[in-house]
């Protein structure tokens, strides 16, 4: 069993920021993709940006230039960096994992509120 704990969300204004944090509890080298997923009320839960046990880094389309994910290995631990927030980046955030053999796991969520 792994566990996600998200941690990092809150009220922000627009074109503000916050860093989301996923501390993981097995080393994060035994996990093949980590990444962040979000869903806003009444919505389908989406890809935000993912990372590969090699570092390699994807990013949906609605969030290019304005979040940065990143890991830190000796942490077990994955961030996201959520720059020039928008009302419409208002959702709840979801760090996933995909353990090599076990499957994917979720954390229970942070909630990231857009708003003057």
């Known amino acids: 069993q792994v566990q996600l704990v998200e941690s990092g969300g809150g009220l922000v204004q627009p074109g503000g920021s916050l860093r989301l944090s996923c501390a993981a509890s097995i080393s994060i080298f035994s996990i093949s993709v980590m990444g962040w997923y979000r869903q806003a009320p009444g919505k389908q839960r989406e890809l935000v940006a993912a990372?590969?046990?090699?570092?390699?880094?994807n990013y949906a389309d609605f969030v290019k230039g304005r979040f940065i994910i990143s890991r830190d290995n000796a942490k077990n631990t994955v961030y996201l960096q959520v720059d020039s927030l928008k009302p419409e980046d208002t959702a709840d955030y979801y760090c996933?994992?995909?353990?090599?053999?076990?499957?994917?796991?979720w954390g229970q969520g942070t909630q990231v509120t857009v708003s003057s």
């Open positions: 990372i590969t046990s090699e570092g390699s880094t």
């Open positions: 996933h994992a995909r353990v090599k053999g076990w499957g994917d796991y």
